[in-house]
T-cell receptor, first 111, second 111 residues
Framework: DAKTTQPPSMDCAEGRAANLPCNHS???????VYWYRQIHSQGPQYIIH???NNETNEMASLIITEDRKSSTLILPHATLRDTAVYYC????????????FGAGTILRVKS | DSGVTQTPKHLITATGQRVTLRCSPR?????VYWYQQSLDQGLQFLIQ???????AKGNILERFSAQQFPDLHSELNLSSLELGDSALYFC??????????FGPGTRLTVL
């Protein structure tokens, strides 16, 4: 699985959009970008994933650059409950393999 | 609530002892994964089972073993416990190749 690079921490004001970047310059053509988050020692929670098109669900949007070397997770209206560690993971989908977690980005949403 | 259950929530034991952690996957999920999260190592994959068979192994110590039963629940057995085994242990489940849904974890403290 390709390696990802994320900033160690970010702050965001409550109600504003939180934009979390991820670099994955060695991503292969069949690898997807996955995002998970972990709220204070709870089990990681799946957020979204995508291959090359932008994706949106009820939790977030995922923007992947055309060359697929980087992506941005967008939480459109961050709340205090979105304070968590966010993990960007690259892996081959439809392949029951493990998730490789890096250090992630600590997002602090402040009122 | 992810639908994955883990018991017990907390476990305190002594060095040299043996413990068993239990995981019940979401209904319909055939894959079960075990992860360890310690302060210095982050989230690390231990082992995966699919429909009762071992599918993949990570950096799982020889003192650790796991199995998945016909009803698809899984158990992680940790023996000859050391202080360094103190960690959060998460179980996740998925359909074949799908997103992984994590349980709330078991916090193991070895004294």
């Amino acid at each position: 699985d390709a390696k990802t690079t994320q900033p160690p921490s970010m702050d965001c004001a409550e109600g504003r959009a939180a934009n979390l970047p991820c670099n994955h310059s060695t991503i292969s053509g069949n690898e997807y970008v996955y995002w998970y988050r972990q709220i204070h020692s709870q089990g990681p929670q799946y957020i979204i994933h995508g291959l090359k098109n932008n994706e949106t669900n009820e939790m977030a949007s995922l923007i992947i650059t055309e060359d697929r070397k980087s992506s941005t997770l967008i939480l459109p209206h961050a709340t205090l409950r979105d304070t968590a560690v966010y993990y960007c993971i690259v892996r081959v989908a439809n392949h029951g393999n493990k998730l490789v977690f890096g250090a992630g980005t600590i997002l602090r949403v402040k009122s | 609530d992810s639908g994955v259950t883990q018991t017990p929530k907390h476990l305190i034991t002594a060095t040299g002892q043996r413990v068993t952690l239990r995981c019940s996957p979401r209904s319909g999920d055939l894959s079960v994964y075990w992860y360890q999260q310690s302060l210095d190592q982050g989230l690390q994959f231990l082992i995966q089972y699919y429909n009762g068979e071992e599918r993949a192994k990570g950096n799982i110590l020889e003192r650790f073993s796991a199995q998945q039963f016909p009803d698809l629940h899984s158990e992680l057995n940790l023996s000859s416990l050391e202080l360094g085994d103190s960690a959060l242990y998460f179980c996740a489940s998925s359909v074949e190749g799908g997103e992984q849904f994590f349980g709330p974890g078991t916090r193991l403290t070895v004294l």
